[in-house]
């Protein structure tokens, strides 16, 4: 469990931009740990973390990209039922709000790797190590 960068990326909603984003990182030898897309009318929102973040700004900067960074909780927990329940109740019990999340596991995985955005990493952080 750790405090950790994600870079969220504004692009406008159309076919090819992931696909694009993608080749950037691949070329720069950027491996993404985490990704997750929310779409508008006009522009889409990519979140990432990465294997190496100030080489992925480096790479979104020299396209012209908006990207703004974001202090994450990154957890690698039990892929159980109940899981994510326990998390949220520890962080709700010591009043950290949980602005958003994503994850995924295969259901045959013992292990799955959760991003939470909170309002506070720290104070989480130290909720969820105790």
């Known amino acids: 469990m750790e405090i950790t960068q994600q870079l969220a990326l504004f692009l406008d909603n159309r076919p090819g931009m992931l696909a694009r984003v993608c080749d950037a990182l691949s070329t720069a030898k950027v491996n993404i740990y985490a990704i997750s897309t929310s779409d ?3 522009h889409s929102v990519i979140r ?10 480096e790479v979104f ?6 990207v703004v960074e974001d202090d994450v909780l990154m957890l690698e927990g039990d892929n159980k039922s109940g899981s994510l ?13 949980i602005e958003y999340c994503y994850c995924a596991t295969s259901p045959s995985a013992k292990k799955g790797l959760l991003i939470l ?6 104070k989480a952080l130290k909720v969820l190590n105790s």
């Open 117 to 122: 955005r909170v309002s506070n990493p720290q």
């Open 40 to 42: 508008t009318v006009d």
């Open 85 to 97: 329940a326990r998390i949220a109740h520890k962080l709700a019990d010591a009043k950290v709000n």
């Open 61 to 66: 900067e020299a396209h012209g990209t908006l």
């Open 48 to 57: 990432l973390v990465v294997s190496d973040t100030r080489r992925a700004l």
